[in-house]
């Protein structure tokens, strides 16, 4: 079992940029793969972006993808969402999850564990 815990959240402005760091509990290297998801209000919980667990792959929603890079430091047990040139409909609370996979996966039921969210605001 795996804690994660969210961080890295914000209020910026429109065009600007903000990193978020999902820490792990336990080792995660050859074990989660991880993933970032996004929930806005009145709305169902998205996928945004995921990555395997050597870090070899990753994939994005075409929402985000140029603008997003996820990352991971296994050493650290920790997962990176660098978010640039941000946009108003990026507001939303942003959740990592980690897979007991090797193989990334973009669905929300396909994840056994979750952070507890960190907020995203981004001002027009």
């Known amino acids: 079992q795996v804690q994660l815990v969210d961080s890295g959240g914000g209020l910026v402005q429109a065009g600007g940029s903000l990193r978020l760091s999902c820490a792990a509990s336990?080792?995660?290297?050859?074990?989660?793969?991880m993933g970032w998801f996004r929930q806005a209000p009145g709305k169902e919980r998205e996928f945004v972006a995921a990555?395997?667990?050597?870090?070899?792959?990753?994939t994005y929603a075409d929402s985000v993808k140029g603008r997003f890079t996820i990352s991971r430091d296994n050493a650290k047990n920790t997962v990176y969402l660098q978010m640039n040139s941000l946009k108003p409909e990026d507001t939303a609370v942003y959740y990592c999850?980690?897979?007991?996979?090797?193989?990334?996966?973009?669905?929300?039921?396909?994840?056994?564990?979750w952070g507890q969210g960190t907020q995203v605001t981004v001002s027009s």
């Open positions: 990555i395997s667990w050597s870090g070899g792959s990753t």
């Open positions: 999850a980690a897979k007991r996979s090797w193989r990334l996966s973009r669905g929300v039921d396909e994840y056994d564990y």
């Open positions: 336990a080792r995660i290297s050859n074990t989660y793969a």
